[in-house]
């Protein structure tokens, strides 16, 4: 029991009444160690005054008094941490196109290890956003399309972060955002959203609810409204959804600037004020607020609202705990020599590599063209050639990056410089009158090489970064085009149209549209969001010395105007046609502008990738025991090279109660096998993970379930069987 | 109450149960014309057979048992009656650019009365889908994007149909359609769509609460999954929503096929029998089956099934009731001399001729190029000059039609065959090799006449029309494109480059992109889609004969990435940019593959529309008395030629407590202006009108209103006011 007294004081140039807690009997209590964070935190709650109280609910240390509570870093740490000179791993997206999830358990553990050796204890990560919207330009910190690979990846980065030190501590705390979102209008980060609460919990929350087994500290609210309503006012998921039926007991945090945009953008606050109190009594705990002005700090004058000072005690114990649990009461200072040998160690370096490596997705190669072991000489074209391309909350610059290199400096490490001959051509984004010059220069490079690599795709990186008014990508931008920004298609176009060989590489954390004239590539590989080693690795690649094993997280859109693309769309939704015309004589005389599109004919969609061997995946056998099902899959190596190849099994009643999609990824397997090799992979799936949401309540039917095995979401590359469960 | 025996029946060759209803006491009564037809059903229904009760629940003829049960014919009647010879009017969108709700009165009034000379008392419209994504194929059948106005011109279009006739007869019955559909994914007719609460209320079923209103006889449901439900066993929204919430009391329909596609596609029912068990079950009670298998028929082996021998009671009667208060038992049957007397009448010419000239949209008309009252020579180019595009659901061929012109024709009426040089160029979709030298042969033309005009865009045209094969548009097409099908965009670009004046006429139900090659042109006007005398319109109004008036109830969009485009979007919608890029340096120096946009830039959105006079509308001037808002607004003819203006009025409370778009039409009104002249219009808003769903509950803020008058939704065309209420 707490017991108040109410003063005046002055703050911010004005006469508040605020709260004075009077101490508790025993004030020392809560720096006993023996004693649980949630004990700790009971305990010094009463000993702190309101200002310092309200100054918990902001992350600006500037606001905060002078007290005996220590402040905890919060940042951004997508691939990396979030200054330059630790390892700088590929982008979330890409590390998701490994299909490995003990490699990502590496991946998360060497950020994780760099980011305590900074003493930075809580991250803004992981991103759940299902990436149903190929426009979305966050697309690259995702996980991408599907919801059960979303929710796997995620529950191996929170388990892996938030493992305990020996002391106990939390060595870094997480932050699942945002909740929820998948489908902005527009692909825009900060629009609406239908709602519906069957679509909300069998395409959104599903990655949340497995996440939530992993029991991470925090989660940051989407900038979206659902439903008309802005999720961070929502209570009803908020508290109904996310606290009552899903069980989540951690902190809730606001996303930057959202509860001042509850006044000045949703227009759903008469003030700034209003926001903070509308936020507060939701269920937002913590406001993220790296600009002015923010909103929690308004609450400071609400000391004689009961019910404001209740829930902002609530909120601070919240804090608190988080502050003990991390160790912040209690862990030494970071040091410089700790930092040295943690940041960019050859453990972390050859993790990198990997990683790397396995994330490249091929998506072309006609005629066995790749690899090319001996190259005498390429013409390396495009104005991404040059470029890292991280993603923007990595702390890399784009230019001549301080670890790591680009497409061209590996290029020339692995042939000598003297045998790359690259020409720019054209720039990412901006459209020069000299384009055309730029591209002459390009196509008569290629013609002398006699071989040409091209890079192009979008630019995401640090707002700051040298190159970041040539931005297309990452967090506020959306695709209005998913085609190659400024004049890249135009350059590309020219090199294809001199017919000399070409490998295209892509760059950006996103799908693209690949045109009838793209296709004429011999070969077409995607790197998505760069680490310091993605060049390295597909120069490796191109050299043959790794064959490739990615395979895609997003499906490649044919159309914008086919958009949703996703391979788990509903069955009906592939009726009457996404075509633009139906009529499959007048399809055949289309040209590549107005294609004749059919959803699900996606010819790269979720899950496909290219290897330089060939593998075989046979139906699966599937039997049942005691409400387990299990399923067996013989892979095997039917090339001439060794390789890797991801098994994956997708599922679906025959029948269902609500519509369900025409399919969705179950259990999925990276295999390593040598040519020639075969490999039985066994799947255990309880019959209970087979259901689905009707109305929030979580139902498995019972009947006939089809089971499709095979090398991707696309239907001519899986097999089935079927079961009655 | 009714007695029942059962006896054993064969039919379709199984033997099967059914119930034979004992004769009432006085089995004549049915019979008697005082009564009312509620009253006449009851009598009636327990003298029929059970096999005649299920064949009633279909709509084909010839599984009909003979029986004392008149049928009903029910056909699909546009914009004109279902079979040639009637008046042909604009498509329903092109109706709803008039703006005009007593023309679109006098139109409706003569479909209804050409409809009854037929012998047609039940039709397959109005559709009230909100055509919030211009990729849905069906957008020209309906109001366009705007719930309100949407709202108005059905309500207008169910009481003139169904007014009671002298006898007391529902002159033609009607069926709202499809309950309830906007934004299916991709555009898609049968798609899903998201659901939500407040969605639904305030996106699209407002139309449908204002229609009802007007107690229309029939709905049909959409093919839709609504929150992965298929509408067709979507019982919240039919039972609970519909009938509970909004009081329908009529007949619920389905739409073609989408019982059994409930086990074929949606995949939610385990056979035919079972779809339509539960179709039964949820409210449906007839199925449109123009194709076989109908499931309804099924039924028939249910006779023990006492639920459904009582649904089937309940939905029979519901038939009988329409087909009393149609008249069905009790008219005569049509005649040839009246049909010779109403159809085609020269007092429905004259009201489509109106209609045509009222619904064409001058879109662009660069240094007042338009009008060009002395044409000495034109070259007609493109391949919708000589076409009549009418829409999926009329009866016209697209060639030599019946009745009215193509642009071809009526140009060389106006202005003499020897004056009109006519060059096709290239074909509507297909793309030939030998299109460059038709794209020379149209360039030659426009050189050497001086003055172009270029017919472009997407047809639609019954499945039986010899150019079927070349539709883009209507029903079960989707536009994975929103530029020009086939190899019409060479066309016009090459036309642009020769320099020569260009007038761009368009012609389709649906929105295009009009890129940046497209705007060189001087002038564009939008046709939609045709009914008979809309060539001779286009003409008149290219001539100066007519003034243009139309304005766009669907908004054109930039690029099909920026999609949704729709102008009452949420204000949060428009933060975070749907541009491609946001730097507007950037944004300067971009071609239009890659427009730099943001939502709610559209320059030509809903309500935008030209007129070769300028008006002047002024700020609103708002008072209020007794829960009533009035406005006035006055509008001023600023140019040198009499002209049309519709002045719109939009509004929204400056905060609310759940996202409400950035603006909605409240009120429009039509006015006609003498040059020079001025005239003070008066709207009167009760304060409920103002009001929104809140999880589904009408509620009415109280405090500051924003209202805008002006000439399109575009802010730039607006004027606002705020007032307190």
Known sequence: MFHFTVAPLALAGSLVYTV?????????????????????????????EWTEKIAQLGVRQEQMQDGKVPYITVTDSVNSIYVPGGTLFPATLSLSTTWDLDLYCQVTEAIRDENMALGTHWVLSPELDVAKDPRYGRVGETYGEDVYLVGEFAAQYVRTMEEKDKNGFIKVATTVKHFLYGEGAGGINTASMAGGTNHLYNDLALPYIRVLKENPTSIMVSYSSIDRVPVSINKQLLQGMLRSEMGFEGLLMSDATAIPHLHTQSLVASSIKDAATKALRAGLQLELAPQQPAAFPSLVN????????????EVVKQHLVIKFATGMFDLPLPTMSDLKKVLRSSKHLDVNRKASCESIVLLQNKNKFLPKPKISKVALLGPMADILNPGSYAPSTSEKPLHGRT????????????????????DITFVHESDSEGIQAAVAAAKEAGLTIVAVGSLSVYMLDPNAGERTDGEFFTHASLGFPGSQQQLLDAVLDSGVPTIVVLSGGQSFVLNNSTMRAEAILHTFLAGE???DSTVEIIQGK??????????????????PVYYDFLPSDAQGGVSFIQTPSVCATYDYNFPCLKRGDAPMPFGYGLSYTTFDTSAPKITQKDGTVSISVTVTNTGSLAGKEVVQVYQRPTNSEIELPNKRLIRFEKVELKRGQSKVVNFSISKNDLGYYNNAK????????????GSSSKITDLKNATITL
């Open 546 to 563: 790794v064959n490739p094993s990615g395979k895609l997280t997003v499906t490649m859109p044919q159309a914008e105007g086919v958009l």
């Open 533 to 535: 080693l993605t060049a």
């Open 698 to 709: 979580y139902q498995v039917e019972s009947g006939e379930y089809i089971f499709w095995t």
């Open 407 to 426: 497409l061209k400096g590996s290029l020339e490490a692995a042939l000598g410089a003297q045998n790359v001959k690259y020409v720019k051509g054209v």
């Open 20 to 48: 004075i807690a009077a101490p508790a009997p025993n004030s020392e209590t809560w720096k006993n160690k023996a004693l649980s964070p949630a004990e700790r935190a009971e305990a010094l709650l009463p000993t702190l």
């Open 302 to 313: 609400s000391s004689d609202d009961h019910e404001i000072v209740r829930l902002v005690d």
